[in-house]
């Protein structure tokens, strides 16, 4: 399948800082990162067609541990199923990468950032959440980060939740915000809620919104400004 055309590519760049995305799957974080002002490339095991970036079919972890010195900024984002109530529900087992992927991340010598689902909160260390509100999406969608390396995210004020959620799985009513996870309804409206328009439904329920990782990329540009680094070697 082709890149999507609505989604521009575009092509590497030596004066935009370098940014490894980790279990990229369709891109919504690497989107965010691509308007903060990175270059990024794109690591998964499985082909992602939809990825509107450089990509590398690869195993995250291996990857990483080679390559990973050879970028500016690292965000790694392990599979959630593992702590992803409905997955546990269900009976089904997944691998549970976090540590691993920390302990690789650490080798690199570079800043990064780490996420997953509520769920794993208890395995990240002093995570920052991030919820949709924070970023005038009509949607919740929490997800928490936990950073490293010398990289440091403030935790923005979480505004109240006054719209109701749909249930989920369920069309979303008038009023109401929809869940977006699993098997839910309305892939056209996801993708203009949380500004992925390239995504399909299997994307969708597993994307960080752009606008997170644009958020969180500002606040690393500043970082590697502070520091005084260029891209990396």
């Known amino acids: 399948m082709p890149h999507p055309t609505d989604i521009p590519t575009r092509t590497r760049s030596r004066t935009r800082p370098r940014l490894l995305d980790l279990y990229c799957c369709q891109g919504g974080a690497a989107k965010g990162y691509d308007d903060a002002g990175f270059d990024v490339t794109g690591v998964d095991k ?22 990973g010195a050879e970028f500016d900024f690292i965000h790694a984002s392990p599979p959630c199923q593992h702590d992803t109530e409905c997955q546990r529900i269900q009976g089904n087992t997944h691998p549970d990468l976090i540590a691993p992927t920390r302990a690789a991340l650490g080798t690199t010598g570079r800043p990064w950032v780490m996420e997953n689902v509520r769920g794993a909160v208890p395995k990240l260390r002093a ?82 919104p752009p606008a997170y990782a644009e958020h969180i990329g500002r606040a690393a540009l500043e970082l590697l400004a502070a520091r005084g680094l260029g891209v990396a070697a």
């Open 46 to 67: 499985n082909p992602q067609p939809r990825y509107p970036y450089r990509f590398v079919q690869a195993d995250a972890i291996a990857f990483v541990l080679e390559h």
């Open 127 to 208: 995570p920052v959440m991030l919820c949709g509100q924070m970023f005038g999406l009509a949607n919740y969608r929490h997800r928490f980060f936990e950073t490293g390396g010398g990289f440091t995210l403030a935790q923005p004020g979480h505004p109240a939740h006054l719209v109701p959620q749909a249930k989920m799985g369920r069309p979303v009513p008038p009023g109401h915000y929809g869940q977006f996870v699993g098997n839910f309804s309305g892939v056209a409206l996801a993708r203009r809620v949380l500004g992925v328009p390239w995504m399909n439904r299997d994307g969708i329920r597993e994307c960080i």
